[in-house]
């Protein structure tokens, strides 16, 4: 039985994207025709579909093409790796769902002039999507110490925790762009703003040099931790890695 192909105005169509975009990722190696006719046009076959599945679903995490291209590069197993994104993707669609149920009642007190429940308005807005990942890297009093030490805080305190981290990624982000060295004074400087805010995350135990390394690479593999820096620009979470590889070299060694 012949194997099913497409044209690159079908794929384009179904996808939601332009000829040119998908001519743009063969050009750049990311996804390649099954094979290009003799009258020039592009065909995909299902093997070009799953490959092309995987490009813009980690296209919506923020990832860049580069970045994307390291992601695939890596994998063997496509319906291993589907079944892992589909298993975020579904957490992410509970979460999304407590969140609309979170502000819809908000609303619904605030307009009604209702008392609104710290419960109700903050449901779905927590950090508890990473417990399986700290349990796994540090065990579970890491996590229930970080998890108590985080229930503890005020909602102001903890709107201040995650506005120092932007702030810290935006200026990575701004070095890079100005095109200063990971190892400079001025980037070891936000560096030790890091250091800083994950000993804070901590609760007050400072990192080793191996940890904070550890760190800044899990930055890099980890597509959410990735789409989280390089949001502010292209490339920036490989560069606050080297950065922090630096940091932990010179003032933690």
């Known amino acids: ?24 990722y063969d050009d750049v190696g990311l ?12 065909y995909y076959d299902q093997h070009c579909l799953v490959r092309l599945q995987r490009i813009l679903l980690l296209r919506e995490l923020g990832l860049g093409l580069p970045a994307i291209a390291d992601v695939l590069d890596g994998e063997r197993d496509s319906a291993a790796a589907l079944t892992v ?25 605030l307009e009604g002039g209702e008392q609104i429940m710290a419960t ?7 950090h508890t999507q990473y417990k399986d990942e700290v349990i796994e890297r540090w065990g579970k009093d890491a996590w229930e110490r970080g998890d108590n030490w985080w229930r503890s805080l005020s909602d102001e305190d903890k709107h201040e925790f995650q506005r120092r981290q932007h702030d810290i990624a935006a200026d990575f982000a701004e070095a890079l762009t100005q095109g200063k060295s ?14 800083d805010w994950i000993t804070i995350g901590w609760q007050g135990r400072r ?7 550890g760190l800044g690479q899990m ?6 931790f990735k789409a989280n820096y390089d949001r502010h620009g292209e490339g920036t979470a490989a560069f606050v890695r080297d950065a922090m590889v630096t ?3 010179r003032a933690l060694r």
Do not use: C
Request: hydrophobic share 35%.
């Open 1 to 24: 039985m012949a194997t099913q192909e497409w044209s690159i105005q079908e794929i384009a169509r179904v996808a939601g994207t332009t000829s040119r975009t998908l001519r743009h």
């Open 31 to 42: 996804l390649a025709p099954s094979r290009v006719g003799s009258n020039g046009y592009r």
């Open 85 to 109: 994104h589909l298993e975020w993707l579904r957490q992410e669609r509970d979460r999304i769902e407590r969140q609309i149920a979170s502000v819809t009642t908000t609303l619904r007190k």
């Open 120 to 126: 109700e308005a903050l449901d779905g807005f927590d």
């Open 182 to 195: 990971a190892d400079s004074d001025e980037v070891q400087a936000i560096a030790q703003r890091q250091y």
């Open 207 to 213: 990192p080793t040099a191996d940890e904070f390394v």
């Open 219 to 224: 930055y890099v593999d980890d597509p959410r």
């Open 247 to 249: 940091y932990a070299d």
